[in-house]
């Protein structure tokens, strides 16, 4: 099967004309990410452990991430290596090539882990004999994959495709292909399962669209975002970032590239209300608020009842920042190009706590597990991190990170 030529764009690239620089490299009113600053640490965070696997992201901007199951996270690389945890202690269990460049999972669910390849194809690995059971040849680079809901594993494709697979068979149950842009950026969301009956996905033509798991018809979409401007640059509308739904399942959460922050009703994707953002990475929430990694790195909280926002975080400015996730009800952590995890106050966005992972940047959203947070760094780092409690907000302990300027 031929795969799609789509054109797409780089963060590389993307950062080209956000930073403005020229073709060749040259300085030309450039906007430098923020240099980190000492922070008075009023969280403690302690790493669990740190262990490493293989070739990471091998240099390219893709967002492998961890996957939690239990007491294991699994893991993979570009070069193919779908490995096992312990998530206790990070020691390896098991560890397997699949003989695929890969760029999208790891994911899994009903004994499965799942993960995309760059040569279109979707793999089906069985926990049971550590083996690929299945390979399905989808039309483009596999660059997200869902979790497991009702035997079915949902994978986004970078030619705007969305299928629904059979967890046990690895057949096509359903599919649907989005008309695209020519030029778009590179990365997909992970599609999200709401409840037991709808499957969530956002389009790099600025439309958020929700179909239904069974049968794979369309419910509803919205626009998040609308070209713009003449600048190749200003026509790119992907919404690519990570999806947030509430505890009850009743209200979506997203955003786009040159768009919105939209808060959307789950049942019929009526817009609750919406505000102007632009964001690449995505957003997260918790039960007062929306938290959203806009595209220059700030980070902003908007109320969950009317999208007012509630505070600002500038210092990350132009640091790459992923996603945030949530951790409890207190705290949101981001990764960052340099390889760092920031923990911001969910109340007022100061940075608390602040850990060096590893070196090639994380540009994958943390996975939270109650209060631990797992990371996987595009060095091929995975590490765990553990809140282990709090000093009083005016300590005047510093960080680990005194005094480092920008990498």
């Known amino acids: 099967m031929k795969l799609s030529n789509v054109r797409t764009l780089s963060l590389a690239g993307l950062l080209l004309g956000i930073l403005g620089l020229t073709a060749c490299g040259g300085p030309q009113n450039t906007r430098p990410p923020a240099a980190l600053q000492p922070i008075k640490t009023s969280l403690q965070v302690h790493q669990l452990w740190s262990t490493h696997i293989g ?96 035997g079915e594993v949902l994978a986004h494709t970078n030619d705007g495709g969305l299928y629904a697979i059979d967890v046990s068979t690895g057949n096509i149950l359903w599919s649907h292909h989005r008309q695209i842009p020519n030029l778009i950026l590179r990365g997909k969301n992970q599609p999200l399962v709401v409840g037991s009956s709808t499957v969530l996905s956002g389009f790099s033509n600025g439309k958020l669209a929700a179909y239904s798991l069974s049968s794979g018809a369309p419910l509803w979409q919205v626009i998040v975002g609308e070209p713009s401007g003449v600048g190749a640059l200003q026509q790119l509308v992907d919404v690519d970032g990570k999806i947030a739904v509430s505890a009850s399942g009743d209200t979506i959460y997203a955003a786009g590239y ?26 997260a929430a918790n039960s007062s608020a929306v938290f959203v990694a806009a ?22 400015h132009y640091r790459v920042v992923t996603a945030p996730s949530v951790v409890g009800e207190r705290y ?63 300590a005047s302990i510093q960080s680990n990170s005194l005094q480092f300027g920008l990498p």
């Open 55 to 150: 070739d990471g992201n091998g240099g390219y901007f893709i967002h492998l991430h961890p996957y939690v199951s239990g007491k294991t996270l699994y893991a993979a690389d570009h070069a193919g290596i779908v490995a096992a945890y312990s998530l206790a202690n990070g020691s390896q269990i098991w560890r397997m090539a699949t003989k695929h460049k890969l760029v999208g999972g790891v994911s899994g669910g009903g004994g499965m882990l799942f993960v995309g390849a760059q040569d279109g194809k979707i793999l089906g690995i069985s926990l049971k004999s550590r083996s690929i059971v299945w390979k399905t040849q989808l039309s483009s680079e596999v660059m997200s994959v869902s979790e497991a809901a009702l």
């Open 295 to 316: 595209s220059n790195s700030d980070i902003w909280a908007l109320d969950r009842a009317n999208g007012a926002s509630l505070w600002k975080q500038d210092a990350l």
């Open 258 to 283: 040159h768009g919105r922050a939209i808060a959307v009703q789950s049942s019929n994707g009526q817009i609750l209300w919406s505000h102007p953002m632009s964001s690449y990475a995505g957003v």
């Open 332 to 394: 949101v952590v981001v990764g960052d190009y340099a390889g760092y995890l920031q923990w911001l106050s969910a109340s007022d966005g100061r940075i608390v706590a602040r850990e060096h992972v590893g070196s090639g940047g994380i540009q994958a959203a943390p996975i939270v597990v109650g209060d631990s947070v797992f990371v996987q760094t595009a060095g091929g780092t995975l590490a765990a991190y553990r809140i282990a409690g709090e000093n009083h907000p005016n």
